[in-house]
């Protein structure tokens, strides 16, 4: 079984930094892709930021220059720094991990719960 636990959401003044963090737990033999989505109600589910097992990055255009996504390999951990953030930035955040439980095992989508991420004007 593997579980990824989300932690650090919350409420913001605008302008405010939050710092997310998602571990991944359970059998997890090699994770390749990290990143973090985000989602609004009435709308779907949006890409924030990517992370490869080279640390290469991908960021949406809205949080380029705010955001930074990171990963430590040996904790299973990929964290969110959220800097300058706006009301617009309020969502449900979401991290997800590309995993397999074994060497010869199939790779698939872990997803966290969910941390609220609110932020005030």
């Known amino acids: 079984q593997v579980q990824l636990v989300e932690s650090g959401g919350g409420l913001v003044q605008a302008g405010g930094s939050l710092r997310l963090s998602c571990v991944a737990s359970g059998s997890t033999v090699s994770i390749t892709a990290m990143g973090w989505y985000r989602q609004t109600p009435g709308k779907q589910r949006e890409l924030v930021a990517t992370?490869?097992?080279?640390?290469?990055?991908n960021y949406a255009d809205s949080v380029k220059g705010r955001f930074t996504i990171s990963r430590d390999n040996a904790l299973k951990t990929v964290y969110l720094q959220m800097n300058s953030l706006k009301p617009e930035d309020t969502a449900v955040y979401y991290c997800n991990m590309v995993i397999r439980r074994t060497n010869m095992g199939m790779w698939n989508d872990y997803w966290g719960q969910g941390t609220q991420v609110t932020v005030s004007s």
């Open positions: 992370i490869g097992s080279s640390r290469n990055t």
